[in-house]
């Protein structure tokens, strides 16, 4: 699972941020994946599991969340190259410009040294050091979580210190000529990863309902073609989530670590393994110990 690729020029922040790697690092990550492994498309390897088969060991699925404009400028070139294919689960309400995720707008208020403090609930946030900014971010995602709605609280924080627009468009997301040409494109397949990435465990059903059909209605209308595929934000759902997406008529959903709430649908909820280490053998001994972990069933 990846979520962030960026060039060289992109700002500090994305640095700073865990699930971000550089062009060239997610060039030789790739490679070394294409040595070792079998890639192929997400939807071949569920429907092998489905009949109760088993995939070769070596044989994996290459997922990306978010969908934002950088990642898939910069990964098209390589998977294209490589002839890899991925599955692009994509938030909506950030493409075209539109405003960020909730995720990517904590990450440039708190790395970006746009702001020395922030000042919540009577509360200041210092954001000089670099602990600061770590402490920070998590602090406010915690906030956002114990709000009466998560939404309500990153809007008015967003509306109290704004993201300059030279930044905010380093982490837009996906324009629809992107998004056109990934759906033309036989390697990449657009799943929906909500409208603007909210913790969904923490909504009632009709709000997760909301979120999920807004994404779904918005990718079918630009690509012309049914979205079937989920990816959790962050991971987080529960059962009501798992009901929304079947009655949605979406066949599969990926998790980070999946909480097996039914027994028998196991595609809704997916494992995946994050892959953000830089050095190459630290990422090779992640291979290896995510695949051990998840007893060798996936790897994306």
Known sequence: MYHNIVNDSAPVGHDLQGITVRERVFK??????????????LQDYIAKTKKGKKNSLNTISITIDDGTWQTYQNGSKI???LNVPVTIFVNTCHLDDGPLIWGSYLNALCFENLYDTILVENHTYELKSINDKFETKKKLHTLSLEAESQDSFFNDLNLKYPIKSEIKSYYSGMSSKQLQDASNNLLVTIGAHTHTHPSLDVLSAE????????????????????ITDFAYPSGFYNRKTIAILKKMQFTSACAVVPKYLEKDFKQYELPRLGIYRKDKLGFILVIIRGMIKNRLRYVY
């Open 79 to 81: 998977w294209n190259k």
């Open 207 to 226: 709000d997760q309902a909301n979120e999920i059909k807004m994404s779904k209605i918005i990718l079918e209308k630009k690509i012309g073609k049914p």
């Open 28 to 41: 030789w990550q790739l490679k070394i994946l294409n040595i070792f492994f079998n890639i192929i498309p």
